[in-house]
Nanobody
Framework: QVQLVESGGGLVQPGGSLRLSCATFGLTSDYHAIAWFHQAPGKEREGVSCISRSDGTTYYTDSVKGRFTISRDNAKNTVYLQMNSLQTEDTAVYYC???????????????????????WGQGTLVTVSS
């Protein structure tokens, strides 16, 4: 059974850092990329970042470019999201997700494809507050 488990959320002050982890279980080679999304209270779910499992190509939404870094450790079956210079607007539940869509081109359209992704983690809460 395919499963994603997020961890690493918490309370951090503005300007601080957190590293989120997405541990993957049961993923086959049919799953070509893994993405991070966030959903703030009362708002739509938004794509944050995505990474190809094969060649490590990365994608970021404009609001996090230069602040967040996505990476993967294939030996540990884990994808990370290093978040630096956190802002209050980053407060949200963060989810990782994946699907058997071919390739990683779908990473470029996270705000559209999220409705079609078939594997999601349970989410981890990130609160940025002083």
């Amino acid at each position: 059974q395919v499963q994603l488990v997020e961890s690493g959320g918490g309370l951090v002050q503005p300007g601080g850092s957190l590293r989120l982890s997405c541990a993957t279980f049961g993923l086959t080679s049919d799953y070509h990329a893994i993405a991070w999304f966030h959903q703030a209270p009362g708002k739509e779910r938004e794509g944050v970042s995505c990474i190809s499992r094969s060649d490590g190509t990365t994608y970021y939404t404009d609001s996090v470019k230069g602040r967040f870094t996505i990476s993967r450790d294939n030996a540990k079956n884990t994808v990370y999201l290093q978040m630096n210079s956190l802002q209050t607007e980053d407060t949200a539940v963060y989810y990782c997700a994946t699907d058997r869509m071919y390739g990683s081109a779908w990473c470029e359209s996270l705000d559209v494809v999220h409705k079609y992704l078939d594997v999601w983690g349970q989410g981890t809460l990130v609160t940025v507050s002083s």
